[in-house]
């Protein structure tokens, strides 16, 4: 009977201690997701390396009948300290609750961690990383292949909608709305998004205004379409204005 060590690269995007001391983190990896356990973590040298947000080089053990595999040494590979800004760190704890929404366990997505790598570094640097957030939201829903539709109404068909769905996220004609139509730019932002590179969507933000009705569109979109979004939903800006 052989035992398993493999060397996984990739990004903390969630971390908890259990009582025992033990560290359980949930690597994004170009390989795919991974879910780990750093047993008694807490009192070591991986506990300052295994943070939030870390890009850490792991070797990993996984036992015969373990289904969790151990930790068995990280080494720290890149940080973005101006993430511990509080701004910044929601932004960047949004993005990592919706790429481990988004992402399963072993499914293979290099494109999916270089997406979210470029995303935590924009939210660390860029002057407006709520922009960058909703963004690369939608992009990683597009890379995800879950599209909203913008073409037709999302109850009727209609071409062309303008209105907020506000049970779906998507879009509804006139006839089928009960809220007015979305403003020009957060309507060209929600039709051209997925599409568009990056660098186009971050060229032309839409004002801070506007922003609320955007999350609450992707929150519900989210929730729809790929379900068991809670701990995401929580951080969403919108959500939590309505909550509190
Ligand atoms: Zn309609």
């Not at 373990?66 to 929601?90: C, F, H, I, M, W």
């Not at 935590?120 to 939608?138: C, F, K, N, T």
Request: with cysteine; proline share 7%; net charge positive.
């Amino acid at each position: 009977m052989r035992n398993r060590v493999a060397n996984r690269s990739g990004i903390v995007i969630r971390r908890r201690v259990t009582p025992a001391g033990d560290i359980i983190v949930t690597l994004l990896t170009p390989q795919g997701k991974l879910k780990a356990v750093a047993r008694g973590g807490v009192r070591g040298p991986l506990s300052s390396r295994l943070n939030l947000f870390h890009h850490v080089g792991t070797q990993v053990y996984q036992g015969p009948h373990n289904d969790l595999a151990s930790v068995k040494q990280a080494v720290l590979e890149g940080a973005l300290p101006t993430l511990a800004e509080p701004e910044r760190y929601a932004f960047a704890h949004l993005m990592a609750e919706f790429a481990d929404a988004l992402f399963q366990e072993g499914e293979f997505s290099e494109q999916a961690f270089e997406l979210f790598a470029a995303a935590l570094r924009g939210v660390a640097h860029q002057p407006d990383p709520e922009w960058v957030a909703l963004v690369m939201s939608y992009k990683l829903l597009g890379l995800a292949g879950i599209l909203p539709q913008t073409a037709r109404c999302a109850r009727c068909g209609a071409p062309e909608p303008e209105h907020p769905d506000p049970l779906g996220g998507q879009l509804l004609c006139r006839s089928c709305a009960a809220l007015p139509a979305y403003p020009a730019a957060s309507l060209d932002f929600l039709r051209g998004v997925v599409r568009r590179t990056v660098r186009m969507s971050m060229d032309r933000p839409v004002a801070a205004a506007e922003r609320p009705l955007l999350w609450r569109a992707l929150e519900k979109f989210v929730a729809v379409q790929v379900g068991n979004v809670q701990s995401w939903r929580q951080l969403v800006p919108s959500a939590g204005a309505a909550a509190s």
